[in-house]
């Protein structure tokens, strides 16, 4: 046993059953492969019914209002529309719009039209059964403007149970005007006695018009209908920029039909050309420059060519469905005033907006009026420039004092160390200098400086006052000195690399000490001092140049220091038990004369109380350009 649940959607409800209506409902249930189902119908008489708006709204794109279907009120204003679409028939609806009246109605095909006065605010609608619905438009309607307004109402539900897989018959309501029937939420189908077509819809010229069977929707051309029940429809198809196309088609079961409808424009292909590359405006809305093509409703409307400074021209357009019209608008009449410049003695070139009139004093006529950009140049002074506003048959005057350009200039030169500077081969000191009135012409500037490599800076003077810094190069050196510690040791040696930090290795010893102190354990006698000292170091660091003249450094290595052997009763023993260990050392440069210097420094071994100066004379040897 099966269920189904059957939807009848009613326009109007009558109490009573209609015994005489035994119309076949043939149910094609293709999932479960059964080709004629039965019916058993409990109908419910239906109470009185309170009917709600679903939808309001404006249709920009319906033309009825002001070029198919136009009417007008008492007061010579064109009508707004509303359509209500609804199958409900108009005989059946009592309207009010509280006192602002209705125009006209009249009964469409799946719609009542309402031809209201512009302004009206709410309309009533009352129904001989269902009741009725007050609804307010949230806005008063304006004129020659179609609305769109969809009627509801609730649909009695009827749940059918087949017992067999016999044809049986269903009773139905009496007087079901327009009804439609969905089984299972099925796509809704008119009430028929079971028998289907097919029927393909075209609209011509243009596709993709909504297309309506019976007032109701059922989509877009081109539109395949694959089951339609037999016998006569009223097919509507509506589209904008088109007149509705309304045709009635008998539908046969045998044959596939094919219904074409030819839609009529409702707007004109308008073209229009401006002179003088002027704005196209239609009713104060730019459409293109020079030359526009397109489409308007039927109507009165403004067309006009814009030009900036320019007096308009201006035509009227009526514009008929269907028509072809060209419309040429003469250029637009220029709207002219003068200037009168004057820049006292000096003669300047006057231009307005880039194009040249002369030179001062001058008068020009017939400039466009609106702003204008008047530029005047002289030579030794500065160009003025100034926006100026023109006005029509006036002469404005323009008394203008030129201000003179500066013939000469001052450079401030300053450098990163104590350099020497020339301008122009000229020397001018060391900086900080300040070089004043100089010409405005093209300058070097060279900057010299000891330990430094020269720098060149090439430019032209500008008027005023102009910094001017020189970043030198520091020349990389080798440094080469010969270090001694009296009395520990008299001889080392130091080499290192630097430009504005470099490195050092430096190397100190007496290794005779060393030996005579092997000969010391074979008890060998001989004279001299009371004390003899042993000593030796190898050290490495860093150097930093501080001054042009100065630099310091340190570093730290391996280091020994001891006495080798001391005199006692005329007689040399042999000390054991040297200082040794890590040696730290820090000292200074100082270049005294071009290439030579002097350096001292201290140094430590093993943290011990032990320390000594160490002094030098050395080598700076600058080297060339490429290192």
Known sequence: MHSYTVTIIAAKFTSELCTAANIELMVNFLRQKIIIMSFFLSCFAATAQQLAVESFNADETDQAAHAA????????????????????????????TAGTGIVHTEQKSGEIWIYLSPGTAQITLAHKQLGAVSYKFGEALKEATAYAMKLKSESTKTVVTDSSAALQRMEVLRGVEGATVSIDGAAPDTLTNGKFGKLTINTQPEQGADVFIDGV????????????????????AEKA?????TQEKNVTESVAGTLTLKMTSSSALITI?????????????????????????????????RKPSHRSAVATLVAKAGEKKTIALAAP????????????????????????????PATVKRVLAGSRNVELQANGYHPYKQTVEVQKDTMLTMDVVLAKKDTTGTLVISANTKAKVSVNGEDKGYVPITVDDLPLIRTEVLFTADGYRPLMGVGVVAPGKTNVHGEMDVIPI????????????????????????????????????????NLMRINEYFTGGQKKYFRAS????????????????????????????????NRAMYTAGLIKGLELEFGAKFKVWKIFSVSAGYSTIAWSDFGELHFGVGLMIPLPEYF
């Open 69 to 96: 279907s136009p009417r007008k009120d008492q007061n010579d204003k064109v009508c707004a529309i509303v359509k209500v679409e609804t199958p409900l028939l108009l005989q059946d609806f009592t309207l009010d």
């Open 217 to 236: 929707k059922r989509g877009q051309s081109p539109l395949i209908v694959e089951r339609i029940g037999i016998g006569k429809h009223t097919i509507r």
């Open 241 to 245: 920029q088109f007149l509705p196309a």
């Open 273 to 305: 050309t401006a002179g003088g590359g002027a704005d196209i405006y239609v009713n104060d809305e730019k459409m293109a420059t020079a030359r526009w093509s397109g489409k308007l409703d039927s109507g009165k409307y403004r067309v006009e060519a």
């Open 333 to 360: 009449t220029p709207i002219y005033g003068s200037l009168s410049i004057k820049t006292g003695k000096v003669r300047a070139a006057v231009f307005v907006d880039g194009k040249r009139y002369g030179t001062t």
């Open 478 to 517: 080798i440094m080469l000195d010969y270090i001694m510690s009296p009395p520990t040791s008299y001889f080392g040696l130091s080499a290192g690399y630097c430009k504005s930090w470099g490195g050092y290795f430096q190397y100190r010893a007496d290794w005779k000490m060393e030996e005579k102190a």
């Open 538 to 569: 190898t050290t490495a660091g860093g150097i930093l140049r501080l001054f042009d003249f100065m630099w310091i450094y340190g570093g730290m290595g391996y280091g020994k220091y001891g006495a080798v052997y001391q005199m006692k009763e």
